[in-house]
């Protein structure tokens, strides 16, 4: 067996996974291809840009590995079921069709939703039947397109994922080896195109071509995330490529025909403009982020911060990993030794830091996790921090109504998320204590100006949305606010930013007209677009229920207050439950995102619901980072401190999600080596760890447990509270193994996970 490494297929196969593979086989000699091919995208983390495993670009890199004698596969089991492919009888058109592209009517062209459509044994069988390469397996990612007229099915088309490297065409393109690897994931392929022999209809094919092409950038981003800009076809010497040349497709070059001893011509047509920008783009030698190599987080999260002196930025880093090490301990508990808490103090204290400052290198980071997303919901809340008991703190204030003795501050913040619920980051921090002499100020709230109210956090909070929505052009930012963000210079904000989307829950006491009509007894009067079915998790002594509610929608014009003549045209989405034995469900959301079908009011009420993670963002800094306990003798001082506990919030809510979002992640993209063992031999009770790490769901369910999650059929995924109890536990258990085995294993997350 030689001893050497390959790069195939943009993946690197070092010999330590060569190794490891031959190892794999030589244990399991019954081991499928299939799920051999399984295991090495979960150790490399191969997954396609929708996060699924890469197994069929893995098994074409394993039997190159196999051809050029560097591993062994095992055998192939040709006994199956089905000994090919059964095509259903597909109904085309039988009569020739000969008539001008104008004269042939509407002409559709129609993405096939799954392999198991019926759309998709019309494409299966037009293929067999009339394309000469037939309807074999496409390479990759791959989207289906059915064309149709008033006269049936007249055709179809396939794009998949691009060849890794073709002389000519890259050429053309002009990129480097590097910003090829990079970038080849936004060129595609059209591999079938077909237009059935019976139709003649001069320039029917460039014509499909154009409309498919002014539409399959944004399919295939909807379904794989990532939007391509180039698409490029191989053309037979049997034919031309006249309808390519039609559709304004350059010819670049030919291949080398390797495959079958044939070379085609090769034609692209760029999808945008700055196709050659984009694709020539250089990946980032120091990414600010990388989910694969978080082993220095605190370093990732602030090391783009500005200070004056390297060792205060060191300092930094160890606090920060000293917090996410025992979220729960004081500031004396968590830095452990004398020098680390005097230091701890020293940095809090000193008047050169701040928390616009600590927390803004985090927030870049943050927006470069937004640009990878399509849409980022971005809900901003505001939370009261009590120090009643710390009442010798300089710079505190009331914190509830007039007569309540609470005292404290009030924090707003903004943070963003995946539809899915993943937290990105904090976007937005104001933090600020009322003025106890000023307690009547709700009471002049209708006399004094929007910018001597409290209610100007929203617009702040909104124009820094703003920016970074520029900053990220490619992505949709939607900010989100409950009842209390129902204020009109919000929306006005909104009308003229022509930037993020906005999303807000109206406050029925606003009283809101729209045309002289109060808005909740407009809708009231439209009629049910749909039935939405939603489950309400148990919470205290509310139980768990499936609740239906009506869905109504409409565009409406909001009538302008006292003090302001312009109105603003929102869409409203009324949502009521129809029964409960409780009180129900209703909802009046008011968004400025276009809700012309059901679909589309889902939509809203579903980001909606996903407000909810700021309010667990909320729980887990007060009751995970305990920063009511802080002790610090000025607010000044205290700001610092919540700057750093914001970020390990953050951290640990991460990393609950995370095992939700990849489950099938290895977890050594969060924890140690010696982590995941010493995690392993504690839940299982067996001094051997095993050779191969868990998933990160497996982990975090197990560090769970460790914080008490009992793990039963009906307590679903664990929260942040197990998790950070769990993650207390573990480090203690690390430091345990570490002892018992005779490692090295520094103060807990001294080097971050």
Known sequence: ???????????????????????????????????????????????????????????????????AGLIDLPKVNNVYAFSHKTVSSVETITAAIRCKLAELGDVSVCPVSSRYAKASKVWFGL?????????????????????????????????????????????????????????????????????????????????????????????????????????????????????????????????????????????????????????????????????????????EEFGAIRLHDDRLKERLYKIAQDFYSSPEATIPEACGTPAAIIGAYRFFQNPKVNMDLVLAPHTAATLERIKQHKVVLVPQDTTTLS???????????????????????????????????????IVDVQLWARDPNDPGKKYRRGSLPIEQKESMKWLKSFRKVAEIQKRCPETMLVSMGDRESDIYELFLEAAKE????????????????????????????????????????????????????????????????????????VWAVYVLERESAGEPIEWMLLTTVPVESMADAQKQVQWYSGRWGIEVFHRTLKSGCRIKDRQLETTGRLEVCLGVDMVVAWRIYYLTMLGRETPDAPCTVFFKEIEWKALCCYVTKNPVAPDRPPSISQAVFMVAGMGGHMGRKGDGFPGTQTIWRGLVRLYGAAEMYAILTKQFYPHPMQTGP
């Open 127 to 299: 293929m067999e039947r009339h394309h000469y390469i037939g309807n074999g397996n496409l390479c990759g990612a791959q989207i289906r397109y059915l064309v149709k007229s008033s006269h049936g099915y007249i055709g179809a088309l396939a794009f998949s994922s691009a060849s890794w490297s073709l002389k000519d065409r890259d050429a053309y393109i002009g990129w480097t080896e590097d910003a090829r690897r990079a970038n080849l994931n936004r060129v595609i392929c059209n591999s079938r195109f077909l237009i059935l022999p019976n139709v003649n209809v001069p320039n029917l094919a460039s014509h499909v071509l154009s409309v498919t092409l002014s539409r399959v950038s944004a399919d295939w981003e909807e379904r794989y995330g990532i939007r391509p800009v180039l698409v490029e076809t191989f053309v037979d010497p049997r034919f031309t490529g006249a309808c390519y040349k039609a559709a304004n497709f350059t010819y670049v070059g030919k291949s080398a025909g390797r495959r079958d001893g044939v070379a085609k011509q090769i034609f692209v047509r760029p999808l945008c403009r700055d196709w050659k920008e984009v694709l020539g783009q250089e990946p980032a030698v120091n990414p600010t982020f990388h989910i694969e190599t978080p082993r220095h987080w605190a370093e």
């Open 1 to 67: 067996m030689l001893s050497m490494a390959m790069y195939i297929c943009g993946q690197h196969f070092s010999q330590p996974v060569l190794d490891r593979i031959q190892h794999t086989v030589q244990e399991e000699p019954s081991i499928s291809r299939m799920e051999l091919s399984r295991r090495v995208c979960r150790w490399l983390d191969w997954l396609s840009p929708a996060g699924g495993l890469q197994e069929m670009s893995c098994r074409k890199a394993l039997g190159k590995l196999q051809k």
């Open 498 to 569: 022509k930037g993020p989307a906005l999303l807000i829950r109206s406050e029925r006491t606003r009283k809101r007209k729209v045309e002289q009509e109060f808005l909740w007894d407009l809708m009231a009067k439209k009629d049910v677009a749909g039935v939405l079915k939603i489950h309400i998790p148990h919470s205290g002594s509310r139980k768990a229920r499936d609740a239906w509610l009506n869905i109504r929608f409409a565009e409406v014009e909001l009538s302008p207050p006292k003090g302001y003549s312009e109105p603003v045209r």
């Open 387 to 425: 120090y009643t008991s710390h009442p010798m703190m300089e710079g505190l204030g009331p914190i509830n109504n007039t007569g309540d003795p609470a005292i404290g501050l009030l924090l707003h913040d903004t943070l963003a998320f995946t539809e899915s619920g993943m937290p990105l980051g």
